[in-house]
C-alpha cells in the first residue's frame, strides 16, 4: 500500500483501493494486521473453530484467529497480545507458550492484509469460548494425526476449510524437528 493509493470506496472496515498502475485492491480501515493461533491440547489434539462465512456463504473450518489493533485505544496492541485475546475469545483456552511460527500475505492480488500465524501449546480451559456478540463458533478437538481426514470430510459436509490450518501444521512440524535434530550436536 502507497499514500499515493487511489481510495475508490471506504467502509466502516475497509477501503477500495487502485494503485497508479490501475491495479485495485482492498485494505483494513480498522486494524493493522491478522493473528492465526495453532493451538495443540496436551492430548495431542488440535483446536480448530467453524463459523459462517458471509463471502462464502457457508461455515468455514479455521484456525482462532481475529484481528490486532481494532480495539479503540489499543491500536498499536503487540499481535502475540491479539492472538492470546482471540485464542480465549474464541476456544476459552489461555496458553503458556507461544511461538511465532511465520507472518505472510494471505492473498497479495486481493489485499494488503498480513498474518502472522501463533503455536500454542500448555492450554488450560478457562471458559466456554464461541466467540464475542455477534459471532456463533463451533470449536472442535481434531487429533494431530487425523486432520487431513477429519478436514475432507467437512469439505464432503458442502463446508469450506482454510488452507492456513495446514500451513500451520507444516510449520509446527519443521519448528519441532529443528528443534529436535539440534539435540544431536
Request: glycine share 10%; hydrophobic share 40%.
Amino acid at each position: 500500500m502507497s499514500d499515493s493509493d487511489e481510495i475508490i470506496h471506504e467502509g466502516k472496515f475497509l477501503s477500495y483501493r487502485r494503485t497508479e498502475g490501475g491495479w485495485e485492491y482492498v485494505s483494513r480501515s480498522n486494524a493493522k494486521a491478522c493473528v492465526a493461533v495453532l493451538a495443540l491440547t496436551d492430548d495431542k489434539r488440535f483446536i480448530l473453530v467453524e463459523q459462517f462465512r458471509p463471502p462464502v456463504g457457508r461455515n468455514v473450518i479455521e484456525l482462532p484467529a481475529g484481528l490486532a489493533g481494532d480495539i479503540p485505544l489499543q491500536e498499536e496492541e503487540p499481535l502475540v497480545v491479539a492472538a492470546k485475546r482471540e485464542l480465549k475469545e474464541e476456544t476459552g483456552y489461555v496458553a503458556k507458550n507461544w511461538t511465532s511460527l511465520m507472518a505472510g500475505v494471505s492473498s497479495a492480488g486481493l489485499t494488503d492484509e498480513k498474518s502472522t500465524i501463533f503455536y500454542a501449546t500448555g492450554l488450560t480451559k478457562m471458559t466456554e469460548g464461541g466467540g464475542v456478540a455477534g459471532e456463533n463458533i463451533t470449536v472442535h478437538y481434531v487429533h494431530q494425526g487425523d486432520v487431513n481426514n477429519w478436514c475432507r470430510d467437512r469439505i464432503a459436509e458442502g463446508k469450506d476449510v482454510d488452507f492456513k490450518i495446514f500451513a500451520a501444521i507444516q510449520l509446527a512440524r519443521s519448528l519441532s524437528q529443528s528443534t529436535e535434530g539440534r539435540l544431536w550436536y
